[in-house]
């Protein structure tokens, strides 16, 4: 066999692009950065000035006051279930509306836009917007926040599946077509198990992301851990605050061990 | 072989229902972007024909058969299944239609994470009420004509496994499945054997093969390789460049016919036994 010289065709030259891209980023944020732009101010000097401000306060956070413990297990029980009462009812609605949202198990177009459109408005208006005004609606407690949740959730969940749904191979759909299968026949006994995992993969995601959120939406009165925050911070307590903290740090860091966990199954 | 026994046949199950002839006039796809893929093509099948339709890739096989079951739409001309004209049907009636066309295709096309019983399903469609889809709840005669139509490929025993678990011959089993619990008029496959190793594909082919002459089925199948379409089919037609230039019995069909329809010699990757 004699080693004849391989044809390689000449590799394109990309480096021109990235050189561009990585010149255009670099750019772009002295640009943003330049006060007679009316760019953001980064003044480094006022993070010296202030230290000492914040310091006596980090030293109050680096000594928690475990005496608080008691009084936070009933806000710690609310903010969980808020959570997950919320991750459920929004996973329920997400099945039809991230079908909906796909192209491949949504072929009427019309249809598939205006359900998008409302899952970005949905998506677009902060979560903390949504709970001061459910609180000026409902009332100060739980139901605002789950409310909030759910919007929250909806917004997340339907994005990552259907577009999940959008780049996934659905050469299985043709074949439901060919059967003379309605799209919701379609769905339900092929797209359904089909997407289940990641449908169930995202759902566990919201609910890790609920137990944060929520003990923010607390601050505007939308119950659980933040209502209790709100109150330690007003008394200047940053040691009870401490406590609170690493609490919540304690359950996240369990909610997304378990949750990993339960994905890896999922595969 | 037991469990390859036809259902069908063993123990008073529903049979196939009566088989149909297909016929063709004058039909020719243009599809959106420009692309001509069937010019002009005329033919007729009698009902329980086994027929190979043969031709170089890109040629116009998968639109001529998608054509039979409505999947592509034509731009001219007329398909007739039955005593339908597909191109005069829509909604319920062209889903109704499909339900008597059962279809094969190259990659199988199941759903990986859903079970073997859900895939073969897929096929009661047009059978069942959505409504009825919709709560999950299959009727006993649609569990009865599922686990029939994967007895009778010999895939019965996977009926509760994942589709993704299987090998490429039992998934294309398993879609046959599919296609039978559908009780079709007339069966389409496209190039059922092409992600196929030789043997699994002649067993696949086999398969086919006893469906018509068993079911009395009408058999429209796309093969590019020769040897395939000689040994199983009794009919063959020619496609080149989107126009029928062959008509004739599989068996007589010599190298210089393929050569005719291929627009080229014969190589050895056109045949599945070199
Ligand atoms: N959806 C489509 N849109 C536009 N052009 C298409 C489409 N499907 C097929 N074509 C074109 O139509 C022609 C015939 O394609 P077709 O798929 O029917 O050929 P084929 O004989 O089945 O080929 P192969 O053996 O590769 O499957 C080709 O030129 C192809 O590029
Ligand atoms: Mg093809």
């Known amino acids: 066999m004699t080693a004849t010289r391989l044809d390689v065709p000449a590799r394109p030259r990309t480096w021109p692009r990235t050189v561009a891209i990585a010149g255009a980023i670099i750019v772009i944020t002295l640009l943003t950065t330049l006060p007679a732009l009316g760019g953001v101010e980064i003044d480094l000097g006022a993070i010296a000035r202030n230290w000492g401000n914040g310091a006596d306060r980090i030293a109050k956070l680096m000594r928690p006051d475990l005496s608080i413990l008691p009084r936070t297990w009933q806000p710690l029980l609310e903010t969980l279930e808020m959570a997950l009462v919320a991750a459920a009812i929004s996973a329920a609605f997400a099945i039809p509306l991230s079908l909906w949202a796909a192209r491949p198990t949504n072929p009427n177009a019309p249809f598939r836009v205006a359900v998008r459109s409302v899952l970005n408005i949905i998506r677009a208006v902060p979560d903390l917007v949504y709970a001061t005004i459910l609180v000026a609606m409902v009332g100060v407690g739980a139901l605002p926040g789950v409310i909030t949740l759910v919007l929250f959730d909806l917004g997340i969940v339907v994005k990552l599946v259907s577009e999940a749904i959008d780049s996934a191979d659905a050469a299985y759909i043709e074949a439901g077509r060919a059967a003379g299968g309605t799209q919701t026949q379609i769905n339900r006994v092929t797209a359904l198990p089909q997407t289940w995992p990641v449908f169930a993969s995202q759902v566990l995601y919201s609910l890790e992301l609920n137990v944060r959120v929520s003990a923010i939406l607390g601050l505007v009165g939308a119950g659980g851990m933040g209502r209790l925050i709100d109150e330690v911070r007003g008394f200047y307590r940053y040691d009870a605050l401490a406590t609170i903290i690493l609490e919540l740090l304690v359950v996240v860091i369990a909610i997304e061990i378990t949750s990993n966990v339960l994905r890896k199954r999922l595969r | ?274």
């Open chain 2, 1 to 274: 072989m037991s469990a390859h026994a036809l259902g069908a046949e063993a123990g008073g199950a529903p049979s196939a229902s009566a088989s149909w002839p297909v016929e063709l006039k004058d039909v020719t796809v243009r599809y959106p972007n420009g692309v001509v893929a069937l010019k002009g093509v005329s033919v007729r099948i009698e009902p329980g024909e086994i027929v190979a339709v043969v031709g170089l890739s890109g040629s116009g096989k998968s639109t001529l058969i998608r054509t039979i079951n409505g999947l592509v739409p034509v731009t001219e001309g007329t398909v007739t299944v039955g005593d339908h004209v597909v191109s005069e049907l829509r909604g319920r009636a062209l889903r109704e239609l499909r339900g008597h066309v059962g279809m094969i295709f190259q990659a199988f096309n199941l759903a990986d994470r859903a079970s073997v019983f859900h895939n073969v399903l897929v096929g009661r469609f047009a059978h069942t009420p959505t409504w009825r889809t919709l709560i999950g709840a299959a009727s006993p005669r649609d569990r009865e004509v599922v686990m029939r139509a994967l007895d009778s490929v010999g895939m019965l025993e996977k009926v509760w496994g994942r589709a993704g678990a299987l090998s490429g011959g039992q998934k294309q089993r398993v879609a046959i499945a599919r296609a039978l619990s559908q009780e079709p008029s007339v069966m389409l496959a496209d190039e059922p054997v092409a992600s196929l190793d030789p043997p699994t594909a002649h067993s696949v082919m086999r398969d086919l093969e006893r469906i018509n002459q068993e079911r009395g089925l009408t058999v429209l199948v796309n093969l590019h390789l020769m040897d395939l379409a000689r040994q199983y089919t009794t009919r063959m037609i020619g496609l080149r460049q989107g126009e029928l230039v062959y008509d004739g019995p599989a068996a007589d069909a010599t190298d210089a016919d393929f050569e005719a329809i291929y627009g080229r010699p014969i190589q050895p990757r056109d045949r599945l036994d070199r």
